[in-house]
């Protein structure tokens, strides 16, 4: 299986580019999230999703968007970028079981704004 | 995140024990979980506990809650080289979902 999978792995944009990472996920989960991480800050929830269609804000959601029109799929859109958002990106997936909450992680996709 | 709060460096030597400590802020918080983030990797769960626990044993990890003082430990015994890791503490509470709070991370050296 390949679990949660992100792309790219690597990215440089200019200030004021978009983007979009990529995250998918191959075991039906349904919640999916997306974090930052930063040095001596551990990492921070941007946006979330419970399921298609559903999503909601993070501790830092300015200046990202999310979507999610499928089950497998949960991409993170930066709508113009800046150098406060270079950071390592992670995606998480996980299927919420009672109240435990094992969250799967991607790889990351580190991401410089120059 | 801000409702749990870890100090960020641990150095030990090859074959002493390691103890991360971790405090939360939320009393109804029911799981609390240990991730360990190998470098370049994403996080993985090492282990967890339910909140009505005080102890629990994985053959090297020890982890122990103390609830009147909302303190949560990882103790590994006879730590290895390969044990070098950032390990972050989280918890899960119900605030409209159950995604995990992380702490700020731990970084353990072990030194040979």
């Known amino acids: 299986n390949a679990g949660v999978t992100q792309t790219p792995k690597f990215q440089v944009l200019k200030t004021g580019q978009s983007m979009t990472l990529q995250c998918a996920q191959d075991m039906n989960h349904e919640y999916m999230s997306w974090y930052r991480q930063d040095p001596g800050m551990g990492l921070r929830l941007i946006h979330y999703?419970?399921?298609?269609?559903?999503?909601d804000q993070g501790e830092v959601p300015n200046g990202y968007n999310v979507s999610r029109s499928t089950t497998e799929d949960f991409p993170l859109r930066l709508l113009s970028a800046a150098p406060s958002q270079t950071s390592v990106y992670f995606c998480?997936?996980?299927?919420?079981?009672?109240?435990?909450?094992?969250?799967?992680f991607g790889q990351g996709t580190r991401l410089t704004v120059v | 995140g801000e409702d749990v709060e870890q100090s960020l460096f641990l150095s030990v030597r090859e074959g002493d024990s390691s103890v991360i400590n971790c405090t939360y802020t939320d009393s109804s918080s029911t799981y609390l979980y240990w991730y360990k983030q190998e470098p370049g990797a994403g996080l993985q769960l090492l282990t967890y506990?339910?909140?009505?626990?005080d102890m629990k044993q994985d053959q090297r990890l020890t982890v122990l809650l103390n609830k009147k003082d909302k303190h949560l430990s990882l103790r590994i015994a006879d730590t290895q080289t390969g044990d070098s890791a950032i390990y972050f503490c989280a918890e899960s509470i119900k605030r409209g979902s159950y995604i995990p709070t992380f702490g700020r991370g731990t970084s353990l050296i072990v030194h040979p």
């Open positions: 998480a997936s996980s299927y919420p079981g009672q109240l435990f909450f094992e969250a799967f």
């Open positions: 999703s419970v399921g298609a269609g559903i999503t």
């Open positions: 506990i339910f909140s009505n626990m």
